[in-house]
């Protein structure tokens, strides 16, 4: 018999195996609408997912179409596993045939990965209406199969599907599952709350109960149609589960599964337990957002613990705590989970939010309470009248070196501007805009076109600006948002713009309002290249000529 070499050599360091963190991105993960993996995506996720330290990635159902069984493959020959072994998933033989004859069985022998995770059905109502067989016939799939697999020296986990609503049906037939795949040969039964109807007492009771009545080793596969996926992983494991199948950021079919990553801090840090190698947590936000990148979706920015979100202070009461000891508004530390604490300004900040901000911008203000409680009162004021600087770090930054060197860091001024938005009987449309400025000293008229008024007073303005500044020729304009900020009447609202800017080494967001998106979008520009001159190290003029 060959031996399965996907997974870690027998010799490596290896977390213990009394616990168990398996992965299933590459499997249920794959199962959410709107993700669609390829095959070098699923080993880009495979290499993460080893990197991080989880014991097991499922890789996806060998035989059920080319991409899996591909995978597989390609997984031999590409990754080297440092810390996961490899899983094949895939259902119990069909009713009334052997395992041994059953080509889907054979396919998760030829994957070549050493462990097998196999679906069976636990609820009677399933066994006789989706599998059109008797309750027996469904414990023979199961005892067949598994000591088959375990024959031909494969690793057998066993998912008992709809366990708990099936429990609640019939609880001796749900256990009689349980009990056929464990005597069979199983390592790990896992009771799967398929549908995610569950909630975290319910899935308690059940897994301490089977427990008792079975001596199995029980895992937890819970879905998140409650919510409670994180919280039903972690009542189970409460009642003695040791194996939890999550997926990285919650992926799944339909809502999602457990969100791999709140479950092992959860394990970490406030359990005590052991199940990731030595220095893996502090890579966790890193590990989110790559995943995240593969996948091809927007990182989650409040996801708890790895969301951009998730140690961001926006409360003036917070940041004035969080000024004596961060603890006070935070459960952990962020360094632990590879993430960072960040101040947000707004209208709900206060002198200690200002301070904070400060420090970390590097702007220093050396405690002046006048000088603190100016920014915070001029903060307020322009958020009422429609700024937002917990978007726009780059304008709160200019406004607070404004407020703190005495005057506005300025690196033109705008005399006049004019935009010209021409529609054609033809169906064409063009946009000009002309700029007049002063910088350096010197007076620069410049016209531009561009595919929208905006464009074409970026361009205008660029224009204008590239003698004086070549600086500018670095950044590049990234994105652009506008918000109308509601007025009485709609033609009369107030129009937000937010303007991100690059450059090769980072990106800015900078805020301008104004009733009329020309001259909002103006601001924000204005503000994007003073802060792209400021961060290149340009001095302003010390006084504008004119
Ligand atoms: C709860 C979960 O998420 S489990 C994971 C589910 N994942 C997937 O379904 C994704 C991959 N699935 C597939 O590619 C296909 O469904 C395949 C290849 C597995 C099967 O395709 P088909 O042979 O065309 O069957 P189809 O999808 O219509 O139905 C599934 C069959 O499996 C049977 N089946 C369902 N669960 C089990 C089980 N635990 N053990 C054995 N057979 C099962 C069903 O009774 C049905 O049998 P039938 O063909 O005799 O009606
Ligand atoms: C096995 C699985 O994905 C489920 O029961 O939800």
Same mark, same amino acid.
């Given at each position: 018999? +060959? !031996?399965?070499?996907?997974?870690?050599?027998?010799?490596?360091?290896?977390?213990?195996?009394?616990?168990?963190?398996?992965?299933?991105?590459?499997?249920?993960?794959?199962?959410?609408?709107?993700?669609?993996?390829?095959?070098?995506?699923?080993?880009?996720?495979?290499?993460?997912?080893?990197?991080?330290?989880?014991?097991?990635?499922?890789?996806?159902?060998?035989?059920?179409?080319? $991409?899996?069984? &591909?995978?597989?493959?390609?997984?031999?020959?590409?990754?080297?596993?440092?810390?996961?072994?490899?899983?094949?998933?895939?259902?119990?033989?069909?009713?009334? %045939?052997?395992?041994?004859?059953?080509?889907?069985?054979?396919?998760?022998?030829?994957?070549?990965?050493?462990?097998?995770?196999?679906?069976?059905?636990?609820?009677?109502?399933?066994?006789?209406?989706?599998? $059109?067989?008797?309750? +027996?016939?469904?414990?023979?799939?199961?005892?067949?199969?598994?000591?088959? #697999?375990?024959?031909?020296?494969?690793?057998?986990?066993?998912?008992? @599907?709809?366990?708990?609503?099936?429990?609640?049906?019939?609880?001796?037939?749900?256990?009689?599952?349980?009990?056929?795949?464990?005597? =069979?040969?199983?390592? !790990?039964?896992?009771?799967?709350?398929?549908?995610?109807?569950?909630?975290?007492?319910?899935?308690?009771?059940?897994?301490?109960?089977?427990?008792?009545?079975?001596?199995?080793?029980?895992?937890?596969?819970?879905?998140?149609?409650?919510?409670?996926?994180?919280?039903?992983?972690?009542?189970?494991?409460?009642?003695?589960?040791?194996?939890?199948?999550?997926?990285?950021?919650?992926?799944? +079919?339909?809502?999602?599964?457990?969100?791999?990553?709140? !479950?092992?801090?959860?394990?970490?840090?406030?359990?005590?337990?052991?199940?990731?190698?030595?220095?893996?947590? =502090? &890579?966790?936000?890193?590990?989110?957002?790559?995943?995240? &990148?593969?996948?091809?979706?927007?990182?989650?920015?409040?996801?708890?613990?790895?969301?951009?979100?998730?140690?961001?202070?926006?409360?003036?009461?917070?940041?004035?705590?969080?000024?004596?000891?961060?603890? #006070?508004?935070?459960?952990?530390?962020?360094?632990?989970?590879?993430?960072?604490?960040?101040? #947000?300004?707004?209208?709900?900040?206060?002198?200690?939010?200002?301070?904070?901000?400060?420090?970390?911008?590097?702007?220093?203000?050396?405690?002046?309470?006048?000088?603190?409680?100016?920014? !915070?009162?001029?903060?307020?004021?322009? +958020?009422?009248?429609?700024?937002?600087?917990?978007?726009?770090?780059?304008?709160?930054?200019?406004?607070?070196?404004?407020?703190?060197?005495? $005057?506005?860091?300025?690196?033109?001024?705008?005399?006049?501007?004019?935009?010209?938005?021409?529609?054609?009987?033809?169906?064409?449309?063009?946009?000009?805009?002309?700029?007049?400025?002063?910088?350096?000293?010197?007076?620069?008229?410049?016209?531009?076109?561009?595919?929208?008024?905006?464009?074409?007073?970026?361009?205008?303005?660029?224009?204008?600006?590239?003698?004086?500044?070549?600086?500018?020729?670095?950044?590049?304009?990234?994105?652009?948002?506008?918000?109308?900020?509601?007025? @009485?009447?709609?033609?009369?609202?107030?129009?937000?713009?937010?303007?991100?800017?690059?450059?090769?080494?980072?990106?800015?967001?900078?805020?301008?309002?104004?009733?009329?998106?020309?001259?909002?979008?103006?601001?924000?520009?204005?503000?994007?290249?003073?802060?792209?001159?400021?961060?290149?190290?340009?001095?302003? &003029?010390?006084?504008? %000529?004119?």
């Amino acid at each position: 018999m +060959e !031996v399965p070499r996907l997974g870690k050599p027998a010799d490596a360091a290896s977390v213990d195996d009394a616990f168990h963190v398996f992965d299933t991105t590459l499997r249920d993960g794959a199962q959410r609408e709107g993700i669609n993996l390829t095959v070098a995506d699923k080993v880009a996720i495979a290499r993460h997912l080893d990197s991080f330290g989880v014991g097991f990635i499922e890789g996806g159902w060998p035989g059920a179409n080319p $991409r899996d069984t &591909e995978f597989f493959a390609r997984a031999q020959q590409e990754i080297t596993f440092r810390h996961a072994q490899l899983v094949a998933f895939g259902a119990t033989r069909r009713p009334g %045939a052997k395992a041994a004859d059953d080509p889907q069985v054979r396919a998760l022998l030829e994957s070549g990965a050493p462990v097998v995770c196999l679906v069976a059905k636990a609820h009677d109502r399933h066994v006789e209406l989706a599998l $059109r067989t008797t309750l +027996e016939e469904n414990l023979e799939m199961v005892r067949d199969t598994v000591s088959f #697999l375990r024959e031909q020296g494969r690793r057998v986990f066993v998912d008992c @599907e709809h366990f708990f609503d099936g429990y609640r049906a019939n609880p001796a037939y749900a256990k009689s599952v349980v009990r056929t795949a464990s005597k =069979a040969g199983a390592d !790990v039964v896992v009771l799967c709350d398929t549908n995610g109807g569950m909630l975290p007492a319910q899935i308690q009771a059940v897994v301490s109960t089977v427990i008792a009545d079975t001596g199995a080793r029980l895992g937890i596969h819970a879905q998140d149609d409650t919510g409670c996926a994180v919280a039903n992983t972690l009542a189970a494991v409460d009642a003695g589960a040791t194996h939890v199948q999550c997926t990285a950021n919650g992926y799944g +079919e339909r809502v999602g599964n457990a969100n791999l990553f709140p !479950v092992v801090a959860a394990l970490e840090l406030k359990y005590g337990k052991s199940v990731l190698p030595e220095g893996a947590l =502090a &890579e966790m936000t890193r590990i989110s957002h790559a995943i995240a &990148e593969v996948v091809n979706l927007t990182p989650s920015t409040h996801q708890p613990y790895v969301g951009v979100s998730a140690f961001a202070h926006k409360a003036g009461l917070h940041a004035s705590a969080i000024k004596v000891d961060p603890d #006070l508004y935070q459960h952990i530390a962020p360094e632990q989970v590879g993430n960072t604490m960040r101040m #947000l300004v707004s209208d709900m900040a206060g002198r200690a939010s200002i301070e904070l901000k400060s420090k970390e911008l590097g702007v220093e203000l050396g405690g002046d309470r006048a000088l603190i409680g100016r920014v !915070v009162q001029r903060v307020k004021e322009r +958020e009422l009248a429609g700024y937002t600087y917990e978007a726009a770090d780059a304008s709160f930054e200019l406004l607070l070196r404004a407020e703190a060197e005495g $005057r506005p860091r300025r690196y033109l001024r705008i005399e006049s501007w004019r935009a010209i938005t021409e529609d054609r009987p033809d169906g064409t449309h063009a946009n000009e805009t002309t700029v007049k400025l002063w910088a350096k000293g010197e007076r620069i008229v410049a016209t531009a076109d561009g595919n929208g008024p905006v464009n074409a007073l970026d361009r205008a303005l660029r224009r204008a600006l590239e003698g004086p500044y070549p600086e500018l020729a670095k950044m590049e304009l990234v994105d652009y948002t506008v918000r109308i900020l509601a007025g @009485e009447h709609t033609t009369e609202s107030r129009t937000r713009v937010l303007i991100s800017t690059a450059d090769s080494t980072s990106a800015w967001t900078t805020v301008g309002v104004a009733d009329n998106i020309i001259t909002a979008s103006l601001q924000a520009l204005q503000d994007a290249y003073s802060y792209g001159l400021l961060r290149a190290g340009i001095e302003p &003029e010390p006084e504008p %000529a004119h």
